[in-house]
């Protein structure tokens, strides 16, 4: 294997959610790679000992993610200039996965930076301090009710100030509740039982921080519906259906919102839409009448879009538009440019990054494409980059790391630097 020039991380380094702090899948900094292989600008690669799709998330010199080993689940801290695993601690009983894509740790953690907050299919949720010592834990369906989810756990939690959300969206109890991050004590638990037939009823989505007029708020996205909690107490302050007006059985939810100012992107239908709401008017009960723009010609089934200065980043996954790169302008909804990515049978699982001047976008085989300038008039394909763990399948989303990327493929974590512009 090629090793790159020395990257930087700075020490007070963040990426503490799957979709990074403010959840919009956009990176700071500016000097990113675009061009690597598994001979060419890769750091380091280290084999993680089980199986996982969580993103991995960052502290400090630390990334932090999840995997299933030997019937545990298990949270790991790797340190990012060696690769080298500094602590893996178990938290629970590894329930595996229904689907093959599936693991019983597709939730990604979240980390304040001081701890971090691991969730999984199990139901196990733990609080962790960067030193690897567990300071609490719980298991949700022990305390709530079983999990009925027709597939594998797919809604990470999400870390307000002073507590960790989870959103339970299923065909059996729904909920959202609210974890004291400190004692992993119930703040506060709110039922979201709502009208949904069968498998819509599910939801693999997760949960926004949002705020509106000042007032922190969480938006849930699943069930056929969109909903907004005071993040204080959580009850419901807004609720918006009709996101399945002909009772389609079948419209699980697995992409996530993704939420700029007042405004909430919502990818629904199997990737068949994209419903975009004034989150401000849904919570003074105007309904429909929140509705911006809607389109059923494009959307997103499984990836979640990124969203930066404007735009609305989207990557097509169904059989008509596989592959499609879609820039939207998210007040809107007119497309400002397309690009098509080679046709292929491979899917997208993975959720697409903005970092510095490009866009992205992780095939299930490992396959990175890298698309931009994205401040040019018409953005095109610069890069395909491939490495040698194309097992299927590649689902956790890349994530920076200083100046470079971390890329979690089937089996490995690799760090690359490649060649940047």
């Not at 389109?295 to 059989?319: C, E, F, H, I, W």
């Not at 080679?342 to 698309?371: M, W």
Request: with cysteine; proline share 5%; net charge negative.
């Amino acid at each position: 294997m090629g090793i790159a020039s020395p990257t930087t991380c700075v020490a007070e380094e963040l990426w503490p959610q799957w979709r990074g702090a403010n959840q919009n899948g956009v990176a700071s900094g500016d000097r990113f790679p675009t061009q690597w292989s598994e001979s060419k600008g890769v750091d380091w690669k280290v084999k993680l000992p089980g199986s996982g799709g969580s993103t991995p998330v960052i502290a400090g010199s630390h990334a932090y993610l999840t995997y299933g080993d030997k019937d545990k689940n298990h949270l790991a801290a790797i340190d990012l200039k060696s690769g080298k695993t500094s602590w893996s601690v178990q938290l629970g009983t590894d329930r595996g996965n229904k689907h093959r894509k599936g693991s019983g740790s597709n939730p990604s953690a979240v980390t304040d930076g001081k701890h971090v907050y691991a969730y999984f299919r199990s139901g196990d949720l733990a609080c962790v301090d960067t030193d690897g010592n567990v300071k609490w834990e719980l298991n949700l369906q022990e305390k709530y009710g079983e999990d009925t989810l027709w597939w594998d756990l797919g809604t990470s939690p999400l870390l307000t100030d002073n507590a960790i959300v989870i959103a339970v969206m299923q065909s059996g109890p729904s909920y959202v509740v609210a974890i004291d991050k400190t004692s992993g004590d119930e703040l506060w638990r709110t039922e979201r039982m709502l009208d949904a037939p069968e498998e819509a009823a599910q939801s693999y989505a997760t949960p926004l921080n949002v705020s509106v007029d000042g007032e922190p708020m969480i938006a849930v996205m699943g069930a056929d519906h969109l909903t907004l909690h005071n993040a204080k107490d959580g009850k419901q302050v807004g609720i918006l259906g009709g996101f399945n007006p002909d009772g389609e059985k079948f419209f699980r939810s697995i992409s996530s919102p993704v939420a700029v100012g007042d405004i909430i992107v919502c990818p629904y239908a199997r990737g068949a839409t994209l419903t975009t709401v004034n989150m401000k008017m849904l919570a003074a009960g105007k309904g429909d009448e929140a509705i911006i723009w809607f389109r059923d010609d494009l959307g997103s089934d499984v990836p979640t879009p990124a969203a930066q200065n404007g735009n609305l980043y989207l990557v097509g996954d169904g059989k008509a538009n596989r592959g499609q790169v879609s820039c939207l302008d998210i007040e809107t909804g007119k497309a400002k440019w397309q690009v098509q990515l080679p046709k292929s049978r491979q899917g997208y699982s993975s959720s697409p990054l903005v970092a510095g001047n490009h866009l992205y976008i992780t095939q299930e085989d490992a396959v990175v494409f890298v698309v931009g300038p994205l401040d040019a008039k018409n953005p095109a394909l610069v890069a395909t980059n491939e490495l040698a763990d194309n097992e299927p399948f590649t689902v956790a989303s890349p994530v920076p790391a200083g100046d470079s990327l971390l890329i979690r493929t089937h089996d490995y974590l690799y760090r690359v630097s490649g060649q940047k512009k």
